[in-house]
């Protein structure tokens, strides 16, 4: 098992920034990737970013290339998502996740509300 907790959402203006954190506990000794996805109000959940726990592989859906920076601290067992020229349309329930090297995302955080006002 893995425990995730995220923190870091919140209100911002169109433009600003935020930076997202995601610290996993339990078996992270296991994990092979961590991602960020997000869900908007009547919309199916999204990919983000992910990136692999030891080789640093990222990637970013293209809505955020440019914008977003994901990374990572193996020591804190944490994962970071830093969100610049944030848009309205960044507002979201946003999730980090945990993959074990099989064919899904096996963990869960509870998630964070981002909320970009135009």
């Known amino acids: 098992q893995v425990q995730l907790v995220e923190s870091g959402g919140g209100l911002v203006q169109a433009g600003g920034s935020l930076r997202l954190s995601c610290a996993a506990s339990?078996?992270?000794?296991?994990?092979?990737?961590m991602g960020w996805f997000r869900q908007a109000p009547g919309k199916e959940r999204e990919f983000v970013a992910s990136?692999?726990?030891?080789?640093?592989?990222?990637s970013y859906a293209d809505s955020v290339k440019g914008r977003f920076t994901i990374s990572r601290d193996n020591a804190k067992n944490t994962v970071y998502l830093q969100m610049n020229s944030l848009k309205s349309e960044d507002t979201a329930v946003y999730y980090c996740?945990?993959?074990?090297?099989?064919?899904?995302?096996?963990?869960w955080g509870q998630g964070t509300q981002v909320t970009v006002s135009s």
């Open positions: 990136i692999t726990w030891t080789m640093s592989r990222i």
């Open positions: 339990g078996r992270t000794f296991s994990i092979y990737a």
């Open positions: 996740a945990v993959h074990m090297g099989g064919n899904r995302y096996d963990y």
